[in-house]
């Protein structure tokens, strides 16, 4: 089957779980913490379907989900809690095929955004200088004041871009990106790196990785007059 041609003028990407295989070592720090402090133990989905979200929205709506009992200096302590363990144990990894990827979006001329809710000081820690500079622009969590699945987040990098919402596309890979993107009117790919497809039904288009993308899409080159050779071999 012949691929898709996407005439798009930039892509906005998620980081953790479509950038960064980060989302193992989040679930791990929320598990031992949540464990530790509340005796819960939360299975990965509860964890990876509220990626985007703000930490004390998740320890607030995970311990009513529990019956347990919530304040807000308690809710901090949790969360200031895995947010330690987080930095102690996270590791630098990518998904397949995302470095490979940007590199053929940059050299295509496609403006490329960063946005996610990680802290910027913790995206800094997270993603070597080297990938930061493909993005011509980065919103993080310290950004806005409304995260996903709030529209703020790819509204704010839109309005940076200077590209209307029809011309662009965002890829994720979770539901409340997906939410945010859609209620700004972009169109989203979603890829399953973190979550099985039944939970990313809202975004346009659902793939299993990006291989399976770059196989089902093609994106037009913003340089007309020059080729650019297709795409590379997947990194591992």
Known sequence: MKPTCLDVQAILFDMDGVITNTMPD??????????????????????????????????????????????????????????????????????????SFLNEMERAGMRLALVTGTSRHEMHRILPDRILKQFTVIVTGNDVKHGKPAPEPYLKALSQLKVNAPRALVIENAPFGIQAAKSAGIMCFAIATSLPPCYLKQADRVFTSFKDMRTKVSFRDNFPHRLTGGFPKDEN
């Open 26 to 99: 989040h679930y791990r720090a929320w598990r031992t913490v949540l464990f530790q402090e509340e005796g819960i133990s939360v299975p990965h989905e509860e964890i990876y379907r509220r990626e985007g979200q703000k930490g004390s929205v998740s320890v607030r709506e995970i311990l009513a989900m529990y019956q347990k009992k919530y304040t807000v200096s308690h809710g901090d302590r949790i969360l200031s809690a895995k947010e330690a363990l987080f930095k102690k144990i996270v590791k630098q990894r990518f998904i397949c095929g995302a470095r």
